[in-house]
């Protein structure tokens, strides 16, 4: 029995490939994830999008649960990324070493990892660009450029929706509606590519609370909105209504590099496109979009108008096509940013919104910050999904919570975010269900402060946007 148990070892040793650092081609990629999957059966599951590349690749996602899979209330979604420009390959890699890390800490009890993924559904796509990259590779990636775009020479980055100019031009009319723009738009700049449209369904389909978008080419966190409201091309401070959050969640990451947030670093060169003489460094290790330059379409814009989640944009270093050699070197200066950006989801507060008959979807969840002395809301609300359930990432201070939805008598409490949480504050909210129904928005308007958004209806929302990803197809 003994030689038995030990010749059974042996064959599970020899059977699961160790990890390597180097450059994962397209088909060693889901390799790598499959190998992870077979270490770590329990708490991961390998999947991929609705479509492929435009040369048929698959987009191929990680996911690390408790439960994969499922979405489970009171856990937030957080999703990772990669390689969006083909020649900008860090993220790519990075995101399989973390994979292979997550399993790896978890197999071997360590209480950090284990406690991050009993409490989060982490999603990681190494490649939304396998077709770009593949380029890059077969020209030696020595260009700036080439390898950026997709195989229809589309730059996937500006393939999004533009909903920035949705809400800019709300702003403008003094509308104050801020989320969940895709049913708001009516005609596509250009049409869809498939990785654009899988990452889109995908986003709509999983509710996310926190995501991070990897690129290459300066060294700085990223934070919406990368457009800027005038139109300018660079210089020009694009605040979003959650200006404080997203400044928090970019230092997070610069803070906890190796040396993204350090002032004595030198900056990265002028690049020929994502251009400017910038020292990051100098600033922190942050950087606001549109206030670096201006862009139209992004992915990053895009998840904060469209859905309830999060996202910010990682330019992992100077280079963008990182030698072979400096991936472990990188990974070293990378863990620690990736790992702490993950626990951001546990900011601020999450909850459930029921009724005395169970969850209520799709109810509004909006806030005002009372931490000094003139209250100021943050016009831009989330919603709860299938569960009732919300996530609301909040910088420490005082707020009032509303949560509201037609047909209810909407309820607001006041709490307290603490600084370093590990976990987000609980504020579950039962409504009453009133005789009068609030669907119409000047009237359900008065049960609000002002200026709250209008209510939308959940099906009509579903029409809309499922039309619109069928109308692009090509
Ligand atoms: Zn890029």
Redesign the pocket.
Known sequence: MAMYKSFCFILFVTASAEFVWKHHNNEELPQVLEEVNKKCPNITRVYTLSETSVRNVPLYVIEFSDNPGFHQPYKPEVKYVGN??GN?VLGRELLLGLANYLCDKYNERDHHIRSLIHNTRIHLLPSMNPDGWQLSMDVGHQDYLIGRYNNHSVDL?RNFPDLDAITFEFERQGISHNNHLLKDITRLAAPLEPETRAVMRWIMSVPFVLSAAM???DLVANYPYDESRSGAPVSEYSASPDDDTFRELAATYANAHADMSSQNRAGCRAGQDEGGAYNFGKQGGVTNGAAWYSLKGGMQDFNYLATNAFEITLELGCQKFTPEKDLEKEWIRNKDALLAFIWKAHSGVKGIVSDDSGFIENAIISVVNITGPVPRPIRHDVTTGVYGDYYRLLTPGRYEVTASHPGYLPVSRIVTVPQHQTTARILNFNLEPTRSWFDDYSTFSHYLRAGQPRIYKRDLYRQLTGALLDRSGR
């Open positions: 969006i420009h900008e980055n690129h290459g080419g």
